[in-house]
């Protein structure tokens, strides 16, 4: 991607939204983006405790280790989709981007998209000075050592793709206790608190959300963004489940 064309991808800060809003919003999103009526998009925000199923079903069940009513008692939800992967959390101090991208834009192929993803989350953890991975042959997402502390899920369909990555920022990591994370036993999970220690100073998660974006689209070949605030997030999610 050297032409020297400008490339700009619109994040939206939307805070913290319910996996089902979000889920909407995405949906929307595609069919927009396929249809031209809008850019290049990435979503930044976090969930309450929530519980996914990649689209590889009888796989992912059996890698969720507690019946679906002990989820609703710890207050998380289940959902299961249309993504790759296996079965993840999402919660509270975890940085989600959701990328609603054309692959023909931006000439990626699904391998090169992923790696732009792992890549980004790998800069964002040196930044902070912890040395990541991209995990070995069969282990999606990024690693420090043999704990994972980036998960990647996506759909791609007729060149365009949603969902996306987790990137840990602090979260509960007890959460993670309840399942297999992304499938892969006998490895563990960790955050970039937990990495770089209790007296290191972390910035606010906002920042590390924009860090995040900034290098994914830098990965990607966008030469700027543009942060669309979560001021705007009711317009953005009402409309979504309008129209769903």
Same mark, same amino acid.
């Given at each position: /991607? ?5 490339? &700009?991808?619109?994040?939206? =800060? ?8 979000? %889920? @909407? ?16 998009? &990435? ?6 405790? $929530?519980?996914? %199923? ?5 796989? +992912? ?9 002990? %989820?609703?008692?710890?207050? +998380?939800?289940?959902? =299961? ?25 931006? =000439? ?12 980004? /989350? ?17 282990? $999606? ?12 899920? &996506?759909?791609?369909?007729?060149? #365009?793709?949603?969902?996306?990555? +987790? ?8 959460? #993670? ?33 924009? @860090? ?14 543009? #942060?669309?605030?979560?001021?705007? =997030? ?11």
């Amino acid at each position: /991607m050297s032409d020297g064309a400008r490339r &700009v991808l619109e994040a939206w =800060r939307l805070g913290v939204v319910k996996y089902g809003e979000a %889920l @909407q919003l995405q949906e929307r999103l595609v069919a927009d983006r396929k249809a031209g009526r809008v850019g290049d998009i &990435v979503l930044s925000l976090q969930h309450p405790p $929530t519980y996914t %199923l990649g689209k590889r079903r009888e796989k +992912a069940e059996r890698n969720l280790l507690v019946p679906e009513a002990e %989820l609703r008692a710890l207050g +998380a939800e289940l959902h =299961r989709t249309e993504r790759g992967g296996d079965i993840t959390f999402h919660g509270p101090r975890q940085a989600v981007l959701y990328p609603v991208l054309s692959f023909r834009a931006l =000439r990626l192929s699904a391998r090169r998209y992923v790696e732009g993803l792992e890549s980004a /989350m790998i800069q964002v953890a040196a930044l902070h000075g912890v040395s990541a991975r991209p995990g070995d042959p069969g282990e $999606t997402g990024v690693w420090v050592g043999d704990r994972k502390i980036g998960a990647i899920g &996506v759909r791609i369909s007729s060149g #365009f793709t949603w969902h996306g990555l +987790a990137f840990n920022i602090d979260p509960d990591l007890g959460y #993670f206790e309840h399942i297999v994370p992304c499938g892969i036993a006998g490895k563990g999970v960790t955050s970039l608190r937990r990495e770089v220690g209790d007296r290191v100073e972390l910035p606010a998660d906002g920042v590390i959300h924009d @860090q995040l974006v900034r290098c994914l689209a830098t990965t990607l070949g966008f030469t700027d963004v543009e #942060f669309k605030d979560d001021s705007e =997030r009711g317009d953005l999610i009402g409309a979504a489940a309008t129209q769903s």
